[in-house]
């Protein structure tokens, strides 16, 4: 007879899946054992492997479920009635938004990735490229003449934009929501006007 799932099998997922977030980013992912991962989630290995059959396996579904929600939640900013300044300033803010809460995510996501297979890794980067395109297009509606026919510049000037986002979470990864806010303002304004736009 097949096993039946348990009503907070997604629950108990979620949760290994922050603490084995939280033990990766600071153990490093080669460095994690499974039995360091049951005791960081207060359960027995046995238990971990009725959910994951491996670190890999936890590993992927951290980095999948982390950028398809953060790509999902960025991607759904509302444009309706904003003029580009105010919808490139509205995606910066919900990037620096969602990254909060999310620093052991985004470290795995820095340090481990490149432990996964090819498809998997490929899978990931796909969520990654569908998001730089989202703001490449935003970007480019703001100044559309500075870009035509010069991608790699409509390119350097959106991963300078991630730049500026990716050194607010290095160095600032406890601001709250309103210094974010005000922060991806800051970046706004910087790329579109220059230091004296501010």
Known sequence: MARTIAKDHDQKRAHILRAAAVVFADQGFDRASMSLLARECGISKANIYHYYDGKMAILFDILDSYLKALRDRVLAVEMVGKTPEQTLQAIITEILLAYQGADHEHQVQISAMSALPHAQQEQLRGYQRELVRFVDVAIRANAPEVFEGDASKLRATTM????????????????????????????CHMTLHGIKGL
Request: glycine share 10%.
């Open 160 to 187: 300078s934009v991630f730049g500026m986002l990716n050194w607010y979470y290095m160095w600032n990864s406890g601001a709250g929501s309103q210094a974010r806010d005000d922060y991806a303002q800051m970046v």
